[in-house]
Every structure is written in C-alpha cells, then in structure tokens.
C-alpha cells in the first residue's frame, strides 16, 4: 500500500524556516517524481515544487523561489522541503504527493504550516 | 502564467448528471487531470490525461478535454460525490503546475 506521511509542520514566526519531510513507503520511491502542493486555510490547491527521480531537476512556483528548496534521499524513501524567510501567505497545509511530472497519483494526509507573530 | 477558470459550484439531484468545466487557453492541447477532496481529507485522482481513470475510481466518472474547455462528469450522482473538484495542468512553457480554482458539488 503506498503510504506518504508528512512531518515537521507547526508554528513559525514571519522571516523563519522550516523543514518538512515526507516519508514515503509502499513503492519504488526512486522511480517516481515527488511534489509539494499547498492549500491555504479554505482556499484551493496549490502547486508548490517538483522533483526529478534523480533529483536532476527541480521546479517551483514563483512565489517560493529563492526561498523554498525541494529536495530528497532515495536510499531513505524520503522528500524534503526546506522552507526560509516564511511569510504569512505561505501559511497552509502542505501535501506531498507521488505521480509525473505533471500529475499526482497519490498524496499523503498532510502538514500544517502557519506563520505568525 | 496559464489560468484554469472553473465554476465555484454545480448542484445536482442524486441520480442525475454533473458536468463541471475547466476553462484555459488552448486547453486542449494539454493533458488534464481532475482531483476530488472531500472535507478534511487530502485530494485524491479521478481522472487523469483527460478521459483515463486511475484503479478504483468508478466508471460515473469521466473526462473529457477539447478547444479551451475540458469536462469532469459524473454520472448517476450520488451523495457520496458531494466534495470539492480541482482540474489541473502542467504548464510546460513555465515548468509549473496549476491548478484550476475549484468547483463544490453540492447533492441535493
């Protein structure tokens, strides 16, 4: 059963960091890209950064660059997003989710990041 | 930046059909996926590369993707399939991801 379980959420003040992790089991991690996608409290999805199988390439949405990097670590089945200088607006909760490139075929339960003073 | 523009809702009778679009530029030479969320849950695949359907998902399920308008429909509603519908994309020219703004289905 494929199983992605994010970690490290929780209260940050403005101008802060934050790592979150996904730890993925139940499948071939080295074979599928890896994404971040966010939702802000009652607000829709949003496509956050991908990652390559061999971490090769990366992408994100303009608002996070510079200050968000994506990253991972096959031999520990794991995705990373290493968020700095947090701002308010990037309060949500963040999903890491399996699939292509450009589709996510499974997603794990989520993390609640909110940035506040 | 590539904008998906969905209705913000669609009511429809248990048994009857739904149809929810997702509007964008020359959407159809992209390849559209749809995701449902029901409350407090994560999203979860419907429909993928317009019209396929991921194991599990029911056949009442289906899309379609053609000019500036590709289609989630739902057939023989049920109350069930009351939830939350996002269409998304990749955006190929910008390497990002989008995702459309989202439509409430509401059984009645």
Redesign the interface.
């Known amino acids: 059963e494929v199983q992605l379980v994010e970690s490290g959420g929780g209260l940050v003040q403005p101008g802060g960091s934050l790592r979150l992790s996904c730890a993925a089991s139940g499948f071939t991690f080295s074979s599928y890209w890896m994404?971040w996608?966010r939702q802000a409290p009652g607000k829709?999805?949003?496509?956050v950064a991908?990652i390559k199988q061999d971490g090769s390439e990366k992408?994100?949405?303009?608002s996070v660059k510079g200050r968000f990097t994506i990253s991972r670590d096959n031999a520990k089945n794991s995705l990373y997003l290493q968020m700095n200088s947090l701002r308010a607006e990037d309060t949500a909760v963040y999903?890491c989710a399996r699939g292509r490139?450009?589709?996510?075929?499974?997603?794990?339960?989520?993390t609640l990041v909110t940035v506040s003073s | 930046?590539y904008v998906l523009t969905q209705p913000p809702s669609v009511s429809v009778a248990p048994g009857q059909t739904a149809r929810i679009t997702c509007g964008g530029n020359n959407i159809g030479s992209k390849?559209v996926?749809w995701?449902q969320?029901k409350p407090g849950?994560?999203?979860?695949?419907v429909v993928?590369?317009d019209s396929d359907r991921?194991s599990g998902i029911p056949e009442r399920f289906s899309g379609s993707n053609s000019g500036n308008t590709a289609t989630l429909t739902i057939s023989r509603v049920e109350a069930g399939d009351e939830a939350?519908y996002?269409c998304?994309?990749?955006d190929s020219s910008s390497?990002?991801?989008?995702?459309?703004?989202?439509t409430k289905v509401t059984v009645l």
């Open positions: 994404s996608v829709g999805l949003e496509w991908n992408y994100y949405v303009d999903y490139q450009d589709r996510f075929d499974y997603w794990g339960q989520g | 930046s390849s996926h995701y969320q849950q994560a999203p979860v695949l993928y590369d991921p939350d996002y998304q994309v990749w390497g990002t991801g989008v995702f459309g703004t989202g």
